[in-house]
């Protein structure tokens, strides 16, 4: 697993890891619904997975914001924020934000997305939520793309994951 720090710390990455390569899993998350909504696996289009501590917290926002924009250009891929916030408050986050483009996932049951991708933060001040990181899958669900943030405080390369897309 990579090195993961949160303010300088280093934490610890629970679960399985996903390589570019690897058939990505297929995951039931939770919509803004309650309904349940697979992510991963083939979904015929590509899917940019943004995976996000806290949409309360700025530097995810401002992820999550960039994310809404760049989808928007995107006509072969679905764009998605994965995190462990209630649907609820997903969804409060995209009315507030006037997001339109993507779709936010809670992981809140019991975390199946970040055990099944290696993003589960297992210790420190942050332990129970996900690293952040980006997940790119092809339409035959084949992970194209992987990063996951060396300091959770910063910011992910968008313009990787936007490539990874366009790279067809």
Request: net charge neutral; glycine share 10%.
């Amino acid at each position: 697993m990579p090195n993961v720090t949160f303010k300088g710390n280093v934490v610890r990455l629970d679960g399985t890891s996903v390589n570019v390569g690897d058939r990505a899993p297929e995951v039931e998350l939770v919509s803004g619904d309650l309904s349940t909504f697979k992510l991963g696996g083939s979904l015929g289009k590509y899917q940019i997975i943004n995976v996000v501590p806290s949409l309360d917290t700025g530097v995810c926002a401002t992820q999550a914001r960039k994310f809404n924009e760049k989808a928007a250009t995107l006509d072969n891929a679905a764009v998605f924020v994965v995190s462990f916030d209630l649907p609820f408050a997903q969804g409060r986050f995209c009315s507030t934000e006037g997001i339109q483009n993507l779709k936010t996932l809670s992981d809140f049951r019991g975390g199946k997305f970040s055990k099944s991708y290696g993003v589960l933060i297992g210790d420190g001040l942050l332990s129970g939520l996900s690293a952040r990181a980006i997940f790119v899958i092809d339409p035959n669900g084949k992970i194209v793309h992987k990063e996951i943030v060396s300091e959770i405080t910063n910011e992910p390369n968008y313009e990787a994951a936007i490539a990874a897309v366009k790279q067809d």
